[in-house]
T-cell receptor, first 118, second 112 residues
Framework: GAVVSQHPSWVICKSGTSVKIECRSL??????MFWYRQFPKQSLMLMAT?????????EQGVEKDKFLINHASLTLSTLTVTSAHPEDSSFYIC??????????????FGQGTRLTVV | GEDVEQSLFLSVREGDSSVINCTYT??????LYWYKQEPGAGLQLLTY?????DMKQDQRLTVLLNKKDKHLSLRIADTQTGDSAIYFC????????????FGKGTKLSVKP
């Protein structure tokens, strides 16, 4: 099946620094990529949707200047958490869908990135 | 707005059947999904059902959809200790399979 690889699996960073998380589709072309955030014992909340070569569409309440999303190719999207603060500590997970014969496939998820800001 | 609700915990004995329930609010959802998340891992799609279906069976998994009541259930037959995980119900938004609203997840514990 389709594989989405996310890197790193976990990262610890100092408050005020920026962190980049990569999401790659290994064996398919990810027409659309999605970034979710999951707080402990909470559900996944969609942060933004990105189509290759276009600006990301952010959900209400998500700061686009803080969470920079780039989807420059059909196999790679990145999420950069800028000027991270402890409240940004969370589990970030990406997913991707492919457009096949005009129909969108189901979403395939990466393994997630545990971000801890100290 | 859209919302997906599910019970938080379920405990069963190995070999029994597990039934995880979910209710959703958006009647226009085209797809409804069940995902499995093991500790520290990403999400694995278990199964999904089109909104015009009532039931879908896939090996040990049976999904029942009551569209009138907006109720979705996942039955796992012959539950094994390896089935212990968090199970998320999700509905698609805005006609996209990747744009999902998730429930909070049901933690399934399987006792030997």
């Amino acid at each position: 099946g389709a594989v989405v690889s996310q890197h790193p699996s976990w990262v610890i960073c100092k408050s005020g620094t920026s962190v980049k998380i990569e999401c790659r589709s290994l064996d398919f072309q990810a027409t659309t990529m999605f970034w979710y955030r999951q707080f402990p014992k909470q559900s996944l909340m969609l942060m933004a949707t990105s189509n290759e070569g276009s600006k990301a569409t952010y959900e209400q309440g998500v700061e686009k200047d803080k969470f920079l999303i780039n989807h420059a190719s059909l196999t790679l999207s990145t999420l950069t958490v800028t000027s991270a603060h402890p409240e940004d500590s969370s589990f970030y997970i990406c997913s991707a869908t492919e457009l096949l014969l005009g129909a969108e496939t189901e979403a395939f998820f990466g393994q997630g990135t545990r971000l801890t800001v100290v | 707005g859209e919302d997906v609700e599910q019970s938080l915990f379920l405990s069963v004995r190995e070999g029994d059947s597990s039934v995880i329930n979910c209710t959703y609010t958006d009647s226009s959802s085209t797809y409804l999904y069940w995902y499995k998340q093991e500790p520290g891992a990403g999400l694995q799609l278990l199964t999904y059902i089109f909104s015009n279906m009532d039931m879908k069976q896939d090996q040990r998994l049976t999904v029942l959809l009551n569209k009138k009541d907006k109720h979705l259930s996942l039955r796992i037959a012959d539950t094994q200790t390896g089935d212990s995980a968090i199970y998320f119900c999700a509905e698609s938004m805005r006609g996209s399979q990747g744009n999902l609203i998730f429930g909070k997840g049901t933690k399934l514990s399987v006792k030997p």
